[in-house]
Nanobody
Framework: QAQLTESGGGLVQAGDSLRLSCTAS????????MGWFRQAPGKEREFVAT????????LYADSAEGRFTISRDNAKKSVYLQMSGLKPEDTAIYYC?????????????????WGQGTQVTVSL
């Protein structure tokens, strides 16, 4: 059983950068594909980015492509989301998730463990 803890959220201005972190405890981190999702008020949870077990494969939502970078450090059992050029529409709770079965996925239902989320608010 893995537990995921996100950190790094906050209130920033449009155009700023922010780095989210997610640290895992329990389980074998290097066996987990990791993903970032977000949920804005009144909206469904949506995919942001995912990274394969050893970082070979990354996928991004169109909204994140070119602005966000997902990375991981298996020695630190951590995954990161570097966000730049933030926009007000990026405001959401950001969740870290772990997937145990083979293959990366953009679907929330494919993930087995979730963190509690970290709030990101982008003001004009």
């Amino acid at each position: 059983q893995a537990q995921l803890t996100e950190s790094g959220g906050g209130l920033v201005q449009a155009g700023d950068s922010l780095r989210l972190s997610c640290t895992a405890s329990g389980g074998t981190f290097s066996s987990m594909h990791m993903g970032w999702f977000r949920q804005a008020p009144g909206k469904e949870r949506e995919f942001v980015a995912t990274i394969s077990r050893f970082g070979v494969t990354t996928l991004y939502a169109d909204s994140a492509e070119g602005r966000f970078t997902i990375s991981r450090d298996n020695a630190k059992k951590s995954v990161y989301l570097q966000m730049s050029g933030l926009k007000p529409e990026d405001t959401a709770i950001y969740y870290c998730a772990a997937k145990l079965r083979p293959g990366v996925s953009t679907l929330a239902e494919d993930y087995d463990y979730w963190g509690q989320g970290t709030q990101v608010t982008v003001s004009l």
